[in-house]
């Protein structure tokens, strides 16, 4: 349902950019977010973009100033734009689309970003 992508390596201060595309029952309806997970430590949101338009979004504090979330509902993707990349943003990235009524949230299968010093 939804296909991650776009992970890698990068020094601190490059930038990266994940994409996730969506298929299945997930529609331009469903918010959609990402979050991400460091060995050790919980989930975490990162952000996250209302359905429709996506003229509302969420950042976590970290994310804030660094992070663009976006959407394009024709090509059903939903993308996180990665600036000024710091060490401490090494983590799983995980996409997700927020489940509507009695849904369950769907969740992509994760991509690696590792960010070195």
């Known amino acids: 349902q939804l296909q991650a992508s776009g992970g890698g390596l990068v020094q601190a201060g490059g930038s990266l950019r994940l994409s996730c595309v969506a298929s299945g029952s997930i529609s331009s309806i469903n918010p959609m977010a990402w979050y991400r997970q460091s060995p050790g430590k919980e989930r975490e949101l990162v952000a996250r973009i209302s359905g429709g338009s996506g003229s509302s979004t969420y950042y976590t504090d970290s994310a804030k100033g660094r992070f663009t979330i976006s959407r394009d509902n024709v090509k059903r993707t939903v993308d996180l734009q990665m600036n000024s990349l710091k060490p401490e943003d090494t983590a799983v990235y995980f996409c997700?689309?927020?489940?509507?009524?009695?849904?369950?949230?769907?969740w992509g299968q994760g991509t690696q970003v590792t960010v070195s010093s």
């Open positions: 997700n689309a927020v489940g509507l009524g009695t849904e369950s949230d769907y």
